[in-house]
């Protein structure tokens, strides 16, 4: 347990070790019968609600609500396995509850739909595709190859394997989250807490993780090689101030690591500058210059990448109110998402407030203030991301998302000994530990899948989307009413964003558009404009953007349908595709 | 039922583990057509094992911190290589492959042989 197993003094939690034999206030304590009948229960549960996870009955609740109620009781029944197995201390079975877990919560986003979620992760391929097509980055041409160790690397795997981007999407977040809650694991325990505390804290931050970043993406990668570099910083210290037990090479291995997560995202090194900075001031990591070495890994790569940075808008740009705003905005959202906005909320603000607590609580007992400060900046270093250059809407996710894992390390060792029994309070204090944390379950699964049905990608839109790119003359436009399109899946992309980096732009996006009912005579106006334009311009509604917009209400109900109808009896446009499920036009420039 | 990472996979597993990842990596840059079911276990095999491996079996990192590190790290050379290559327009990922995996392997090896000073002479 806590300090016992190294002989390096500092402790991240001051609790004393947990006593192995007397459990007090324990009757569950002793006994593994009843989370292993729980966590039978939980997985018979979900393997019952199965079928209907891939159920195409829309629900604007989002999948726990349009699925059989049993998916929904298996998560909570899991969790609710893992709490008592935590505290009865049972953590093998604890550890195999989470794992079971994890893979009860994401398996849906590969056996549900036969397509990768989420239209943005499409943008992905089209980079992938590139490097396998031409063996080389266009730089310039977008953020993604001047961050490309992502793309570079699946270029490579598929390669040398023969899978394709798909495969490889669809089963990602599965294998990936797994990956993740077991990097945290092992991160906890380099940060010396105990086992059941470190458990606790992979449960945390799989459970909290709401945000959906686990997909296949640069952020992803960057994030688990980040926990690496995380859990070998714990050992970079010297003396009395070393979190873990110091290793003279730690540091140096963490700085290859690093360099990994510098060339595949542009935000996340940043992010772990703070936390490297605040450990080298406060004296856990040794020697302080090394701070020096990273920040030039960081900098010299940005620098190279600068003019592609800065074709964003400045990198100084100080607007963080601007960037505390969503990526969507404005309309009228559906119950189901605001009920979904509010689970997400709930979720952010009662990990961030108990965070917050903890960290109070231990700087008023004094307990290694140094070590304080340093967790306080891997919690809550990552509000400092509001202050750098605009995300795309995103960076109130990235906030959220980088402080999951410091959060879950501070809270930790707390709720653990809530849920042994060992705070005050005894059995009220468990129970409460219990309830809090199943409705942090409830709440984070409601926010994990409650776009779940906006965010399906269907086959006819990406076989459209494919042809597009593929078919079309490098300077057209691709006009989407609103997001649910994936689209620059192929290589063929960079030409036309070499023409005009907006080329796939949305309507909901263009000054005074989103929000109005198209009872207007607008159509008609934007299609004489790009008449005079002379470029070839597609228009592309698919189901998923109704469905997309009946979620968000980018526009009132039935104004798609208007502005469709509008465009399919335009003598302007000619109609390519016309089904229920995608409807795709190309202005007809002869007929002008 | 205590959860336990085992604390010593001691020096020499460490080489056989990067070895053999070695070899997988070889196999898969040698062999040109290998069903990607058998491709992808080995690949994934080689990047999370053996570059790790190989040095944990010459830092001998704090455990469990290394059971996060050898993954880690193996793909961190992966991504850094593979970005080289494409920054340099050098996209060769058989060869690199081949070059990373066999380094891996012939370290490895070497390191698995005795040392030449303790060899007894025969008779």
Redesign the interface.
């Known amino acids: 347990m806590l300090g016992q197993e190294?002989s390096a003094p500092v402790l991240v939690s001051g609790n004393a070790p947990a006593p192995t034999v007397a459990r007090p206030g324990g009757a569950v304590a002793s006994g593994?019968v009843l989370p292993a009948a729980l966590l039978a229960a939980s997985v018979a549960a979900w393997l019952v609600a199965a079928p209907s996870l891939s159920t195409d009955t829309i629900d604007n609740r989002g999948l726990l609500f349009a699925a059989s109620p049993l998916f929904a009781v298996s998560l909570v029944l899991c969790a609710l396995a893992f709490l008592v197995a935590v505290g009865g201390r049972?953590?093998?079975?604890?550890?195999l509850v989470l794992g079971v877990s994890v893979v009860l919560t994401r398996l849906p986003t590969a056996v549900a739909v036969s397509l990768p979620l989420y239209s943005w992760t499409y943008k992905h391929f089209g980079v992938i595709d590139y490097?396998s097509t031409y063996?080389?980055?266009d730089h310039g041409v977008d953020i993604y190859h001047s961050w490309?160790?992502?793309f570079?690397?699946f270029?490579?795997?598929n390669?040398?394997?023969?899978?394709n981007s798909f495969q490889l999407a669809l089963w990602f977040t599965p294998v990936y989250q797994l990956?993740l809650t077991?990097?945290i694991y092992?991160?906890a325990?380099?940060w010396r807490l105990g086992?059941g505390p470190a458990?606790v804290a992979a449960f945390i931050a799989h459970t909290a993780n709401w945000v959906a970043q686990d997909y296949f993406s640069p952020q992803a990668?960057a994030m688990?090689?980040a926990?690496?570099?995380l859990?070998?910083l714990?050992?970079s210290g010297k003396g009395r101030r070393a979190i873990?037990?110091p290793?003279p090479?730690?540091v140096w291995?963490a700085l290859?690591?690093y360099?990994?997560?510098v060339?595949?995202h542009q935000l996340t090194p940043f992010w772990l500058m703070i936390v490297i900075g605040a450990g080298c001031v406060f004296g856990q990591i040794r020697p302080r210059w090394v701070m020096v070495v990273f920040a030039a890994t960081v900098i010299g790569w940005t620098a190279l990448n600068y003019d592609v940075v800065s074709s964003y808008g400045s990198i100084f740009h100080f607007d963080p109110m601007g960037n505390v705003a969503r990526n969507v905005n404005g309309g009228n959202p559906s119950d189901g998402q605001r009920l979904t906005s509010l689970a997400g909320r709930f979720t952010t603000i009662s990990t961030w407030l108990v965070t917050g607590v903890v960290l109070l609580l231990r700087w008023r007992r004094r307990e290694q203030r140094r070590l304080t400060l340093t967790l306080a900046a891997l919690a809550l270093g990552s509000f400092t991301v509001l202050l750098g250059q605009g995300y795309g809407g995103e960076a109130v996710f990235r906030v959220f998302l980088y402080s999951i894992p410091g959060c879950a390390l501070v809270i930790a060792s707390a709720v653990e000994r809530w849920l042994t029994g060992r705070a005050r309070w005894g059995r009220t204090g468990r129970l409460a530990a219990v309830v809090s944390l199943l409705l942090l379950t409830g709440a984070a699964a409601q926010a994990f899948y409650g776009a779940w049905f906006a965010n399906r990608v269907d086959q006819d839109a990406l076989e459209a989307s494919v042809w597009i790119v593929e078919k079309a003359p490098a300077d057209a436009m691709v006009l989407a009413l609103a997001p649910g399109a994936p689209g620059r899946v192929v290589a063929r992309y960079t030409e036309f964003v070499r023409n005009n980096r907006d080329f796939d732009g949305g309507v909901d996006a263009w000054d005074g558009w989103l929000g109005t009912d198209f009872k207007d005579g607008r159509v008609n106006e934007m299609t004489d404009a790009m008449l005079g334009d002379n470029h070839p311009t597609y228009a592309v509604i698919t189901a998923q953007m109704k469905v997309y917009n009946a979620y968000y209400g980018l526009f009132p109900p039935g104004a798609i349908e208007r502005f469709e109808n509008q465009l399919l009896t335009n003598p302007h446009w000619h109609t390519l595709v016309h089904t229920p499920s995608l409807t795709v036009l190309v202005i007809n420039q002869a007929a002008a | 039922?205590?959860?336990?990472?085992p604390a010593a996979l001691g020096r020499r597993g460490w080489d056989v583990a990067a070895l053999a990842a070695g070899l997988a990596g070889v196999l898969?840059?040698s062999a040109g057509a290998?069903?990607?079911a058998v491709?992808?276990p080995l690949?994934a095999g080689f990047v999370l094992v053996g570059p790790g491996a190989l040095?944990q079996t010459m830092?001998r990192?704090?455990s469990?911190?290394r059971?996060?590190?050898v993954?880690?790290?193996g793909?961190?050379?992966?991504?850094?290589t593979?970005?080289a290559?494409?920054?340099f327009?050098?996209?060769q990922?058989?060869l690199?492959?081949a070059v990373l995996a066999g380094l891996v392997a012939a370290i490895a090896a070497v390191r698995l042989l005795p040392p030449v000073g303790s060899r007894v002479p025969a008779g």
């Open positions: 190294r593994w049972r953590h093998g079975l604890a550890a490097v063996g080389h980055l490309p160790g992502m570079t690397l270029a490579w795997v390669e040398l394997t023969g899978t990956a077991a990097a092992v991160m325990r380099a086992r458990l990668v688990l090689l926990v690496g570099v859990a070998l714990a050992h873990g037990t290793h090479a730690a291995v290859p690591i360099a990994g997560v060339v595949s | 039922m205590r959860l336990r990472i898969v840059a290998l069903p990607t491709a992808l690949l040095v830092l990192l704090p469990p911190t059971w996060l590190v993954p880690t790290l793909l961190a050379v992966v991504v850094v593979t970005t290559m494409a920054w327009d050098a996209w990922p058989r690199s492959l």
